[in-house]
């Protein structure tokens, strides 16, 4: 099989596993070098922990979605994971939901740092349909993961485990706020700072000590 993504993994044959996806021009290793598997590794967490490297020409279609699941997520199931978590910083993020939107059978919990909210051809066309509650969907949004995405986020599972975090100065917090509305207040976490690595490193931490406190 021709792989179209590189992995690098921290795993301790745990009986849950986190999927991190990166954000634009990001690597597998800068979770790495950022301290994300260490924060893993410290808390002496029953956690395995597996970062993709992705293409930005596959994060723009649908191919990324399908991609994933084929070669990750579906491979993964069939390990016998008790819990699969989807996690993403950025562009990460934002297919991360839209993993979750179009295949929500397959994911048990969602980390998204910083979230992207989608360009904005999709955020202002429902900006001008009067936002998320009032916008309809048209046959040919919904041929666009982001626009698919917007949609689930709407009805969003109320058991679905969500963490969402970013900073208060981020450019696109704006909208990062109106995907965090569509989750209890209790998901999200907003920190001062921008769209960085500081700010998604204490986020990661807050996330790892809130859901997975067993060793």
């Not at 109106?178 to 807050?206: Q, R, Y």
Request: glycine share 8%; net charge negative.
């Amino acid at each position: 099989m021709d792989h179209k993504f590189r992995m690098v993994r921290q795993t301790i044959g745990a009986p849950n596993l986190i999927v991190l996806l990166p954000g634009a021009y990001m690597t597998p290793e800068d979770f790495e070098s950022n301290g994300f598997f260490d924060a893993v590794s410290k808390r002496r967490l029953a956690l395995d922990v597996i970062a993709v490297d992705l293409d930005l020409s596959l994060i723009s279609g649908d191919s990324a979605i399908d991609d994933l699941y084929r070669e990750i997520l579906d491979p993964c199931c069939r390990n016998g994971y008790q819990e699969i978590w989807l996690g993403g910083i950025s562009l990460g993020g934002l297919l991360a939901l839209a993993c979750c939107a179009d295949m929500p059978d397959h994911i048990d919990g969602l980390c998204l740092l910083a979230p992207y909210p989608g360009c904005r051809l999709t955020t202002d066309a429902i900006a001008r349909a009067g936002g998320l509650a009032r916008w309809q969907a048209t046959a040919d949004q919904l041929a666009d993961p982001e626009f698919r995405m917007w949609r689930w986020l709407r009805q969003a599972p109320v058991d679905l485990q969500v963490f969402i975090g970013y900073g208060s100065e981020d450019r696109f917090a704006g909208g990062m706020k109106k995907i965090a509305d569509c989750f209890p207040p209790t998901a999200s976490m907003v920190l001062p700072g921008g769209h960085d690595w500081p700010v998604w490193k204490t986020l990661w931490e807050n996330f790892l000590d809130r859901h997975f406190l067993s060793a």
